[in-house]
């Protein structure tokens, strides 16, 4: 099955309600293994929802170049993002900002036509296309920051079943769902399987 706008949905929601867990935590707090602080891994992936929608929504969208919005780092080392959370605004603030993006990524796979293709560093998309590397950032980047932030983080099974099925195809299906996502992106191991050190989102199959 193919991840929907209401896989996106629930992503969205179950990532608030344990992010809201950890209010009063250390967000400055290293992101689990990466470089990036918990509240960096955050706004990313709120820009995450906020980009991938950005690039379904021009009448005639662009298979050879992103939309050309500008971005910036706040600090050396950190993320390249087009969204940034008001830090005054704590980190509710920041959730809210995720709310408000994946929202924006919910109506687009929702209303987009099907037949629509984006570009994406990582190859030409359609909706679902969009909607399941979004689900699939989501989910492990939330492996990263409930580390951080000291959260327990298993995401539904059925949606890294999909996001397995539609990226990692030749990852094996006899495993734990989660625990094969986290090795498929170089976040854990499983037995008897090298751990793997490179990865990327390529589309499989195409759009």
């Known amino acids: 099955m193919p991840i929907t706008a209401a896989d996106v949905e629930r992503t969205v929601r179950t990532t608030t309600a344990t992010l809201a ?47 050309p919005f500008a971005w910036a780092r706040h600090r050396e080392g950190g993320p390249g993002l087009v969204i940034f959370a008001d830090r005054a605004a704590g980190p509710a603030g920041l959730l809210r900002v995720v709310e408000a993006c994946g929202a924006l990524l919910v109506a687009m796979v929702r209303t987009t036509p099907p037949e629509v293709r984006a570009f994406h560093d990582e190859g030409v998309f359609g909706t679902e296309g969009f909607a399941a590397m979004t689900v699939g950032e989501t989910l ?24 397995l099925a539609r990226f990692f195809p030749g990852a094996p299906a006899d495993t734990d769902p989660w625990a094969t996502l986290r090795w498929a992106t170089g976040r854990g191991e499983l037995p008897g399987r090298p751990r793997v050190t490179r990865w990327r989102w390529g589309v499989q199959p195409s759009g």
Request: aromatic share 10%; hydrophobic share 45%.
């Open 21 to 67: 867990e950890a209010l009063d935590a250390d967000w400055d707090a290293p992101a689990g293994p990466m470089d990036w602080t918990c509240w960096e891994t955050v706004e990313h992936i709120a820009d995450n929802f906020f980009f991938h929608a950005a690039q379904l929504g021009p009448r005639a969208a662009a298979t050879d170049r992103p939309v």
């Open 140 to 163: 492990v980047h939330m492996d990263d920051v409930a580390a951080g932030l000291g959260l327990s983080w298993t995401p539904p099974a059925d949606l890294c079943t999909r996001v």
